[in-house]
Nanobody
Framework: QVQLVESGGGLVQPGGSLRLSCAVS????????IGWFRQSPGKEREGVSC????????YYADSVKGRFTISRDNAKNTVYLQMSSLKPEDTAVYYC??????????????????????WGQGTPVTVSR
């Protein structure tokens, strides 16, 4: 069983930054594609960013492009989401998800959330004064 555990969320002021971590166990990270999602109450789950297991460019939603950066450290089996210039509308529970196919980045964006095989429990991010 693949397990994913998010951490790093919290309260931050607008314009601030946070780095979220997704620790993966039970499978080699270099074989997995990873997506970051976020969800607020009453809203659809939104794909934020995703990255394939192979070398290539990650995908970012227009709402976060230029502010968020996804990266992976295969030696540590950990995926990161660096968030900067945070806005109140970034407030949500953030989830990481793993896909066993190893490919989630398409020409149009990230694969739908239903395509992912494993999910973390989420870490809340609140952007407020």
């Amino acid at each position: 069983q693949v397990q994913l555990v998010e951490s790093g969320g919290g309260l931050v002021q607008p314009g601030g930054s946070l780095r979220l971590s997704c620790a993966v166990s039970g499978f080699s990270l270099d074989a997995l594609a990873i997506g970051w999602f976020r969800q607020s109450p009453g809203k659809e789950r939104e794909g934020v960013s995703c990255i394939n297991n192979s070398h290539g460019s990650p995908y970012y939603a227009d709402s976060v492009k230029g502010r968020f950066t996804i990266s992976r450290d295969n030696a540590k089996n950990t995926v990161y989401l660096q968030m900067s210039s945070l806005k109140p509308e970034d407030t949500a529970v953030y989830y990481c998800a793993a896909d066993l196919s190893g490919a989630v980045v398409a020409w149009f964006g990230c694969a739908e959330s239903t395509e992912y095989d494993y999910w973390g429990q989420g870490t809340p991010v609140t952007v407020s004064r």
